[in-house]
């Protein structure tokens, strides 16, 4: 079991790069399925970095934040195909 930290500058070592997470900042503000990216200083305070699902960056100060929730993996591009590119794909197979 990963220990605790109870710096909140260190809250993001408790996050995996490329994972999914919900995340909640203390102003009741909830940012459903981010990416974590890892971190970046801002005027030498660590940043968590996300990534949405619109590729917008959103960055918050650990200070803020209140909670995160991991998520489910994003859907992966194959399985977003539609059931016509199923079909010419197996078109072309058969040929």
């Known amino acids: 079991m990963k220990s605790i930290n109870t710096n909140y500058g260190e809250i993001h070592s ?15 503000k909830e940012f459903r399925r981010v990416v974590y ?15 949405t699902e619109d590729n917008s960056r959103l960055t918050i100060n650990p200070s803020f934040h209140t909670f995160t929730i991991e998520e ?3 859907p992966q591009p194959e399985d977003l195909e ?14």
């Open 14 to 28: 408790l996050l995996y790069e490329d994972e999914v997470y919900t995340v909640g900042t203390n102003d009741g």
């Open 37 to 51: 990216k890892g971190t970046k200083l801002l005027n030498g305070k660590s940043m968590m970095v996300f990534k």
């Open 72 to 74: 489910q993996p994003l």
């Open 82 to 95: 539609s059931k016509v590119d199923v079909h010419i794909k197996n078109q072309i197979k058969e040929k």
